[in-house]
């Protein structure tokens, strides 16, 4: 995203999202009833965020409801896996960061310290999954923390028909009117207590995840904070198996995008197959780059992350 070289401030051409028609995953209809339990009712998952007729899940051979489920619902054992190892790593907190990744940031941090010549040990670099309906106290604070990093490097995202800004609601997974937000996290890079760089990810299924904000701090700037976080999160989605991530990019820096992170302009026709599949936060005038994920040895069903 555009920087102002005054400000620092990142510029979006865009204000509003873009209005994407969605229907059911299966037969692309989007004629749901919300009245009583039928063949015509919707169901969302609560990863993918997928909907589904109720009648198609039957017909598909998925799954034969006779009521509304109770509590979560996912559309496969695929999407049910991802939610609960998110889950686990939000309780988990914050995970020390692989020292092939930490190392150029905190050889950053040692030079900027009075003396340059602090330890190694004594800089904490870690990085820590947030969600804002399944937070302690401590990662309320740490979302608030998120939330003064956008603030400081972003306009407000106004949504076109309520006019309220939409970077709160996806930084502590709220959900508002149409506007579906509780499959947003929170990763943050951070040195000691220190939020050094944030960003908002969803994760789609195993077929996709996207990013649609990603921020350093700007005292913070030009110490490699992003890339760090990026790998963090692409070392994620690796173990997740997810096959790719998607990042909106504002005129002008889709270079960055490409030279920097690796990540690669979608063509415009397998952007528009994806809008089809996919509840995506879409902006006016910005591109969207995509990434392929390295997959790595997975975390098995049922494990506790001891």
Known sequence: MAKDRVQGRCKRVVKAMESIASGCALCKCGDFTKLGFNERTVLLCDQCEKEFH??????????????LPQGEWFCGKDCQHIHEILHLLVLNGPEPVPGSIASKVIAK??????????????????????????????????????????????????????????????VYSHTKGDQEFGGMHCIVLKFNEEVLSASIVRI???????????????RRRSLGCCEALLQCVERLLGILQIRQILVPAAEGAEGIWLRKFGFSQMPHKQLQEFFSQFQMMVFSGSSVMQKAILSLPGIPENSKLE
Do not use: Y
């Open 54 to 67: 109720v009648g198609c899940l039957k017909v598909h051979g998925m799954e034969d409801l006779k009521e």
């Open 109 to 170: 941090l040692q030079q900027e310290s009075q003396n340059g010549s602090a330890d190694s040990t004594s800089f904490n670099l870690t990085w820590q999954i947030l969600h804002g309906k399944r937070k302690s106290s401590q990662q309320g604070t740490v979302l608030d923390d998120v939330m003064d990093i956008f603030s400081e490097c972003f306009d407000p995202i106004v949504d076109a028909v309520s006019g309220e800004d939409l970077i709160p609601l996806m």
């Open 204 to 218: 789609l299924g195993k077929q996709l995840a996207e990013m649609p904000l990603v921020a350093t701090r700007l």
